[in-house]
Structure formats: structure tokens, C-alpha cells
């Protein structure tokens, strides 16, 4: 029998499938990501630990069989936009910085042209996140250490690099990277040149579906998989899931509900995704459909802020906090009781005003448990409908919707969604969409 496994590196966890040819899902396995506590919206992790827990997970898919050169090929989905600074020697200079790290949010970019930055990378400029915005402010703001830099990657090439020895990155996660004229599929020199880099201080462009290399001696013992098996280059978690899923032509919407919760159109034409100020991915372009996402950035740290304030903290030893949390919803009807939450609330304001923190405190207090954790949900849905409403009318229209991540697991949480949007829905493949 021949297997595979498919990796979903996301923002808060790593998950991983191993599944036959047949396409039977063999075993599964997650790990959460260990973020290092720091002050002032530093979000980030250590390389060496973010490899070590890839490679637990790897460990545990190879050792579910009895012949782990049975597994033909690892391919990986990635949550990306996260940065590493290297030296000569390929050795990290810093930890990886999340895409959600703050530190650049007010950073001074008049010498860039704003304007141009979604068509020329496909995704809007991100407000000071992302790694164009990270690589500004260590230019700015650590010269020493940037004078010091030969390399700069993301977290899925540097676990290429790790399995492989292979510097590789594909298109659609070189997206977020912010330095890629997504159009030509090639590195954008002006940014390059603004920051002091080169292409040889990047990893090569590829496209998705080819070879990144082969498990080295190294990774082999690292992970339990055999020296020389295919690591194949993937893509964005998203446009990952969406191929997984079949959802593929014009006129599908996969909506994954992750940290972020994002809506995935495949459509024909790349300009409609900029004159709606969305997301933008090559996906199968050119010989397909390009793919466009709107997105509800961070919107799980924000229902997790109000479910650790108001709901968990008045219960003792919670085994499940989702079952909790979809039980407790369950108990309270349509319009919890008036409650109301704003799903445009700041997240760093939130995590970082006391002042906003107390006025939140003080106005949902009066709450029960079961109406807070509903008013969540329908904060949620209905800002997704919102979304959909919105690019019906620009004519990017929803035909059929599949909903997968953690949620769509729930009993809950699709049949909100299916009574608000009024879209029958697909569940497929759940949590594991993404690695599959």
C-alpha cells in the first residue's frame, strides 16, 4: 500500500493526516503552537522548536504503519507570513515572527507607494504586519542585526530548508511574503532594493505540486520518514483547503474558520479581486481560476478573549472548552437575550487597553454564559454573511459553500451558518482540510 501525508502548519496549531491511495485516512495528529511569551504585540516562536514539533508529528504519521518507505510523498498547507533573519551559515538570528506580531504597526512607510502594493503582491498592504513590514521595521529599528542578515525566509521555507536542505518556497505562500510580483511569479526587485536584499538572500520561486528535494539523512532520523522520500512544495493554507475539498471552479466559496475565518472564491478574473480590496492567491492561474478571499482577521482571539472573560472563568475543570463552549450555546435561542458583540473591536487595542478591557468587563457582565457564547457565534455569522452579501452584489456569487476547520466540526456552528446565510452547506474533512 502507498501512503501520503499532508501538513497543515497553521497559526495556532500544527496538524498533520496520513491517508492511503485509496484515500482512507490512516491516522492524525496535532500539536499547538508554543508562542514565547513577550511584551509590547511580540508574537513569536523558536525555529528549532517549531521544527522539532513538525517532526513529532511526522514521527507519529511514519510509525502508524509498519513501512514507512511506503510513504510516497509530504506536501504541506502553511498559515504563512511569518518571518526568520539568517546568517551566513543558515543559522537563525531571531525567533520566527508571526504574521500577527504587532511591533510594526505604526511604522512610517511614506517612501513606499501604498497604492500599488495589492497589484503588485496580490494582497492589500497589511497595516504593518507581514514580513514587508517586519523586514522595514528591523531595517529601521535593529540595523546592526540587519547588516548581519544573508537570509530571510518564512516559517514553511525554513522547514523546507530543515527536511531538505533546500531553500524552496512556492507562489501562493510567497503571497504573504510581500516581496513577490505575484503576476510574474518572481521576486519584485524595487522591494528588494528599498531593503537592501537580493534574490540570493531569498529562497527560490517555485510552483506548487513541485519537488522542494527528498528527506535527508538527517530529517530521516529527525522524523521517522525514509532518507529520500518527496517533499513536495504546497501552498497557503486555504487555497490548500480548497483544492482538498474539490472546490475548485467559479462559483464555489470554501469558508475555513481557523485564528482567521476566510471565505475562498475561485474566479476567473484577478482585477475583480482588486477592485474589492481582497485577498488575492494564484491558485491554478494560468490555466485556471485565480483564487480571491475576504477575511476576517483574528476574529478567534477576539471570541477567545470574551469566552476566557466571561464563560470559562466561571467554571472549574473544563476538559472541553469547545464542547463547553457549543453546549453552552446551544442552551440560549436566536438573539441571546440581546446580546450584542461588535466583531470590529481592535484585537491589539483589546489585548493591550485596560481601559477598553474594563469597559468591556463592565458592559457584558450582565450576561449569562450561554447568551455570550450564542452572541459570539452570531457576531461571527453574520459578519461572514456581510461578506457574502457584499461580493454577491459585486457579482462573485456562492453557488455552493463547504465549511471546514475546527468548527465546522461542531453541532453548532453549521447550522448557524447554513440558517443565516441561507446556503446549504458542506462539511469536508473538518480540522484536517487544510493538510489534506
Known amino acids: 500500500m502507498e501512503y501520503f501525508i499532508g501538513l497543515d502548519i497553521g497559526t495556532s496549531a500544527i496538524k498533520g493526516v496520513l491517508i492511503s491511495i485509496t484515500g482512507e485516512e490512516i491516522a492524525r495528529g496535532k500539536i499547538n503552537t508554543s508562542f514565547i511569551e ?27 504503519i509498519t513501512d514507512p518507505s511506503e510513504i ?11 518571518t526568520l533573519f539568517l546568517d551566513n551559515n543558515d543559522k537563525p538570528l531571531t525567533n520566527i515572527i508571526s504574521w500577527m506580531d504587532g511591533r510594526a504597526a505604526s511604522l ?36 546592526e542585526m540587519y547588516a548581519r542578515v544573508q537570509r530571510v525566509c518564512m516559517n514553511n521555507d525554513w522547514l523546507y530548508y530543515c ?23 518572481a521576486w519584485y526587485k524595487p522591494y528588494l532594493e528599498y531593503l537592501n536584499l537580493t534574490e540570493e538572500n531569498l529562497s527560490d520561486l517555485c510552483r506548487s505540486g513541485e519537488m522542494a528535494g527528498t528527506v535527508t539523512e538527517q530529517a530521516a532520523g529527525d522524523t521517522g520518514l525514509s532518507e529520500g522520500t518527496p517533499i513536495i512544495l ?17 462559483g464555489d466559496l470554501l469558508l475555513s474558520c481557523g ?68 453546549d453552552l450555546a446551544a442552551e440560549s435561542h436566536p438573539g441571546a437575550g440581546n446580546c450584542l458583540i461588535n466583531p ?55 453557488e455552493r459553500i463547504a465549511m471546514v476547520g475546527g468548527p465546522s466540526e461542531s453541532p453548532i456552528w453549521p447550522q448557524l451558518m447554513a440558517d443565516i446565510t441561507g446556503l446549504s452547506l458542506n462539511m469536508i474533512n473538518g480540522q484536517t482540510a487544510g493538510a489534506v
Open 38 to 64: 513577550n511584551p509590547n504585540l511580540y508574537i513569536e516562536y523558536e525555529p528549532y522548536n517549531h521544527y522539532s514539533d513538525v517532526c513529532k508529528i511526522l514521527n507519529k504519521l511514519a510509525n502508524s
Open 72 to 82: 510516497k510523498a509530504v506536501s504541506m498547507a502553511t498559515a504563512s507570513g511569518n
Open 108 to 143: 512610517d512607510v511614506n517612501e513606499l507607494n501604498l497604492d500599488e502594493v495589492h497589484e503588485i503582491v496580490g494582497w492589500p498592504w497589511p497595516r504593518g504586519y507581514f514580513p514587508l513590514a517586519h523586514l522595514l521595521w528591523f531595517k529601521e529599528n535593529k540595523s
Open 163 to 185: 527536511l531538505t536542505s533546500n531553500w524552496k518556497l512556492d507562489n501562493s505562500t510567497a503571497t504573504t511574503f510581500y516581496l513577490q510580483n505575484q503576476v510574474e511569479r
Open 234 to 250: 504546497g501552498t497557503f493554507d486555504h487555497p490548500s483547503a480548497a483544492r482538498g475539498t474539490g472546490f475548485t471552479k467559479p
Open 259 to 326: 485564528t482567521s475565518w476566510v471565505g475562498f472564491y475561485p474566479v476567473d478574473d484577478r482585477g475583480i479581486g482588486l477592485s474589492e480590496q481582497l485577498l488575492i492567491d494564484p491558485f491554478l492561474s494560468p490555466d485556471g481560476p485565480w483564487g480571491v478571499m475576504f477575511a476576517l482577521t483574528r476574529i478567534d482571539v477576539l471570541i477567545h478573549w470574551f469566552l476566557d472573560q466571561f464563560v470559562f472563568s466561571q467554571y472549574s475543570n473544563i476538559t472541553n472548552k469547545n464542547r463547553l463552549f457549543d
Open 344 to 398: 470590529n473591536i481592535l484585537i491589539d487595542e483589546l489585548l493591550e487597553s485596560k481601559e477598553l478591557q474594563d469597559s468591556l468587563s463592565s458592559e457584558y457582565k450582565q450576561y449569562s454564559p450561554s447568551n455570550i457564547t450564542r452572541a459570539l457565534m452570531e457576531m461571527t455569522v453574520f459578519k461572514v454573511r456581510s461578506k457574502i452579501d457584499q461580493l454577491t452584489s459585486a457579482g462573485i456569487k456562492a
